[in-house]
């Protein structure tokens, strides 16, 4: 893959992670204003969509490792041993709308945001990962930067919080039901 | 029509939106993904690549192999036994550490922190155009880098040839070219001070 076409592949990613995290909010803060109605509006959806924001981080990740070849570093395993197992769960839970997806998911899912948040520390502040680059792939290295602030684990991160969200609001659904 | 068709059409549209927008983004002029590269030339036996860089470094005394090549001008720069101490930096252009070592010693170098009797010399290593920060010309003339560069090859010539461990790598060789230490990582001012110590310790400074 060319250079040009990974950088337009980085800008796409960073333009969706800008919109899963707004998407967040906006859920948020529609679950805020109008409580049991923005639940019940969202609630019937919300397993699916957690599952596609699931699906696409995935797939955006192995593009990276497969396609372009970015080798996956230390702390972004761990974030993929996060997500790719949602694609799954919560796959079944949205065919079976089975309501015990989300407890499965959700662990995974907060757990993801939490290594995704110290691996962007770890880029904000490289001597928390020690003093030295690993020469094949440092965890403190961006292989991605847009808008000087979007790398991977952002992405990342922005992908568990949607998914964390949106199963919130399932929960909320099913304790309302 | 009924909400399935609208959730699709709307799909699409939105995901053209974003695949125009990122394009928009994307639209940078392409460069040559071999600037950043130098034809290097390795003479001697290769120094072993460092292990625990917190235990003894076993080929303390051992010749360091020659290593020549040239900056991104053309310049030709060579580390070889020319009888004076040198201290060797091995910088990635996207390794955080080495973007932060830079500037320092730099500075140092500008306060008058390097003595007469001892040079120094870098080598641009890893050079990767899929990385940020590339190429690492742009980034060391953007920093005023003052110390002669060679830049490494695609086949790593340079890394192998002095077992480079990590970024940034130091070593400190003696007149006969021979490794008075190995450093992985960044040091600092104070590191730096030792290094120089250990150089001019060798021709009894």
């Given amino acids: 893959m060319s250079a040009e076409a990974v950088t337009f592949y980085n800008s796409l990613l960073a333009i969706l992670t800008l919109i899963a995290l707004v998407a967040a909010i906006g859920l948020v803060a529609y679950r805020a204003v109008r409580g049991p109605e923005a639940v019940d509006a969202i609630s019937p959806k919300a397993l699916w969509l957690a599952w596609v924001v699931a699906l696409t981080a995935t797939l955006g990740s192995l593009i990276y490792s497969e396609v372009i070849h970015f080798l996956p570093c230390r702390l972004c395993w761990f974030q993929r041993i996060a997500m790719y197992p949602m694609t799954v769960i919560l796959l079944v839970g949205a065919i079976r709308k089975d309501m015990a997806a989300k407890i499965y998911a959700l662990p995974f899912a907060v757990g993801g945001l939490l290594i995704s948040v110290w691996h962007y520390l770890t880029q904000l502040f490289p001597s928390l990962e020690g003093g030295a680059c690993d020469p094949n792939n440092p965890c403190s290295a961006k292989y991605v930067d847009v808008f000087g602030f979007i790398s991977i684990p952002f992405m990342a991160g922005s992908a568990f919080t949607l998914i964390a969200v949106l199963l919130m609001f399932y929960v909320k659904a099913s304790s309302n039901e | ?205």
């Avoid at chain 2, 900056?71 to 060797?88: F, Y």
């Avoid at chain 2, 130091?170 to 110590?197: A, H, K, P, T, W």
Wanted: one cysteine or more.
């Fill in chain 2, 1 to 205: 029509m009924n909400k399935t068709v609208l959730w699709i059409i709307g799909g699409v549209v939105g995901l053209g939106v974003v695949v125009w927008m990122a394009s928009s983004i994307a639209n940078e002029p392409e460069r040559d993904a071999s600037i950043g590269f130098g034809e290097v030339t390795v003479e001697g036996t290769s120094l072993p690549v460092l292990g625990d860089p917190s235990a003894a470094d076993p080929t303390l005394g051992f010749q360091a192999p020659t290593v020549s090549g040239a900056d991104w001008n053309g310049n030709p720069v060579s580390i070889e036994a020319d009888g004076r101490p040198k201290i060797v930096i091995f910088l990635a252009h996207w390794c955080p550490h080495c973007q932060a070592e830079v500037p320092e010693v730099q500075q140092w170098l500008d306060e008058g922190g390097l003595p007469d009797d001892v040079d120094m010399y870098s080598i641009t290593v890893l050079t990767d155009k899929l990385r940020p920060n590339w190429p690492p010309q742009d980034w060391l003339e953007d920093e005023s880098w003052s110390v002669p560069v060679i830049m490494d090859d695609e086949q790593r010539s340079a890394v192998f040839a002095y077992g480079m461990a990590g970024t940034p790598f130091y070593v400190v060789l003696d007149g006969e070219n021979r490794n008075l230490g190995r450093f992985s990582g960044q040091v600092g001012i104070n590191g730096l001070e030792l290094m120089v110590q250990l150089a001019q310790r060798s021709i009894g400074g």
